[in-house]
């Protein structure tokens, strides 16, 4: 399994904090992460992930490997800039938000528009027209936001091997 997790690269300690322990608990399922590969919440699931055996991968926006947080395994340099969040994004099988700014919403739009399951933990709410959006299914703590994620994703397969 593949999961992209996304957030700030300027983030609260508390979004680092969750982000790490996301990591730890996708780590302990061998399921590889997704990030952008940089700092903040990319750092903090990296870190996690990897202190619990997972794989890492980085998807870089510029083009020095270099650039990678010390806990990305694979690299993936892409000299494209902010393009590269479609990327991120489309590379995992769920999505899980970890807080972020208008850079991580941009890649929850696209993950929904493409219906990717997108998990949040202390992240963007939305509504449309007033009314409360439920397309972000909302998780309390790490271990509920993997679980939920893993949930969408075997979900998916069982509906693409009925056929729907």
Request: with cysteine; aromatic share 4%; charged share 20%.
């Amino acid at each position: 399994m593949f999961v992209s997790v996304i957030g700030g690269s300027n983030c609260s300690g508390k979004d680092e904090e969750l982000a790490e322990a996301v990591g730890i608990e996708l780590g302990r399922r061998s399921i590889t992460v997704i990030c952008g590969g940089l700092t903040g919440v990319m750092t903090g699931v990296c870190r996690g992930a990897r202190s619990a055996g997972g794989t890492t991968v980085g998807i870089l926006p510029g083009g020095k490997r270099e650039d990678a947080n010390p806990y990305v395994d694979i690299p993936i340099v892409t000299t494209i800039g902010e393009a590269r969040n479609i990327i991120v994004v489309s590379s995992g099988q769920a999505v899980i938000a970890i807080g972020g700014e208008y850079g991580t919403l941009s890649e929850i739009a696209y993950a929904l528009r493409n219906k990717i399951p997108v998990v949040g933990l202390n992240t963007w709410s939305m509504s449309r027209l007033g009314n409360k959006d439920s397309s972000i299914v909302l998780a309390e703590t790490p271990a509920e936001a993997v679980e939920k994620a893993v949930a969408a994703i075997r979900a998916k397969e069982e509906e693409r091997k009925a056929g729907r």
